[in-house]
């Protein structure tokens, strides 16, 4: 069944994070590569995949073609480079990869942080009182899961300052050493654009801006914009917000410091197909969770023609 097409037309934007080799049961909502395979064959061979400044172009002259889809990625991680690539490539699938420029080639996020540190932890009882962040028993990997889903739900909306403080006492408390830099390198966003695909901004340090002052906002998007820029030796039109919920992550005044900046458009994770009438600074996006082709490919047909709840509460949330 085909989506309408010309100005009628909606839009599905993919996001994704990470592509691993094998699935990790600590990161149940990325993809492992077998996944993304089947996942990126099915947009070849069902739907008609566009670059996404492509697609921009189209949505705002209403030409778009039925059953429209983009690939994107958040963040920077060096699997998109080394397993990602060579499924987009053997599909003939386009796409655009949002980078934070500051953890180019070192370090990692710290969130990837706190799951490798509690990775690591060895004993099947575990308190984390003193730093505010319970108790927990690790009997099973599901035990596991939920503790590392619990701790980065308490540290995911403190500021920048507090977070970095938090998990460096987490690193203290646990006295582990954690070796981990899952990031891309600069010679591997090279190779991305040589390959035809696309680099959008996502920041310099991924913070959630609703959380740091405007003039810190304000440099955060124009750095991370620069940067990609002086690396690529291309203009970067496109922008996501990190973390993406409006209104929660980020709200109007950032909206109107992406547009300043000379972005042309910019991407949320507010839930839904884009339509033509959508705000083309905070467009929306969808995550491709499911893990059978059949849901995979309903999901997707159905996400054209539903799916506008998010729609309402951006509008609702960021004027």
């Known amino acids: 069944?085909?989506?309408?097409?010309?100005?009628?037309?909606?839009?599905?934007?993919?996001?994704?994070?990470?592509?691993?080799?094998?699935?990790?049961?600590?990161?149940?909502?990325?993809?492992?590569?077998?996944?993304?395979?089947?996942?990126?064959?099915?947009?070849?061979?069902?739907?008609?995949?566009?670059?996404?400044?492509?697609?921009?172009?189209?949505?705002?002259?209403?030409?778009?073609?039925a059953n429209a889809v983009c690939v994107t990625f958040d963040d920077g991680y060096a699997d998109n480079v080394e397993v990602a690539l060579p499924v987009l490539q053997r599909w003939a699938v386009p796409a655009t990869f949002f980078l934070t420029t500051g953890f180019f080639g070192h370090g990692c996020m710290w969130n990837d942080r706190v799951i490798e540190l509690l990775r690591n932890v060895k004993t099947q009882k575990l308190s984390l009182s003193n730093l505010g962040l319970g108790e927990y028993e690790i009997t099973s990997m599901d035990a596991r899961l939920h503790m590392v889903n619990s701790v980065l739900r308490q540290l995911k909306h403190l500021s920048l300052e507090e977070r970095g403080q938090q998990v460096q006492r987490l690193e203290n408390e646990l006295n582990i050493d954690v070796s981990y830099s899952p990031m891309m390198r600069e010679e591997q966003v090279s190779v991305l654009t040589e390959s035809g695909m696309s680099v959008g901004a996502h920041t310099v340090n991924h913070p959630i801006l609703s959380k740091i002052s405007l003039d810190e906002a304000k440099q955060e998007i124009e750095s991370g914009k620069r940067q990609l820029e002086a690396l690529t030796k291309k203009e970067v039109t496109l922008f996501a917000y990190p973390n993406g919920v409006p209104g929660k992550d980020y709200e109007a005044g950032h909206v109107g410091l992406v547009k300043a900046a000379g972005f042309d458009a910019a991407f949320s994770t507010a839930w839904a197909a884009v339509q033509h009438t959508d705000d083309v600074m905070q467009l929306p996006r969808i995550a491709p969770w499911d893990n059978t082709r059949l849901r995979f490919y309903l999901r997707l047909l159905r996400s054209y023609r539903t799916g506008n709840a998010d729609r309402v509460a951006m509008k609702q949330a960021t004027g």
């Open 1 to 65: 069944m085909a989506s309408s097409k010309g100005a009628s037309a909606r839009l599905l934007i993919l996001f994704y994070h990470r592509v691993h080799p094998v699935a990790d049961p600590l990161r149940p909502s990325d993809v492992d590569a077998e996944t993304f395979d089947w996942q990126m064959e099915t947009l070849a061979r069902y739907f008609t995949p566009l670059a996404l400044d492509q697609a921009m172009e189209l949505l705002r002259q209403g030409r778009l073609p």
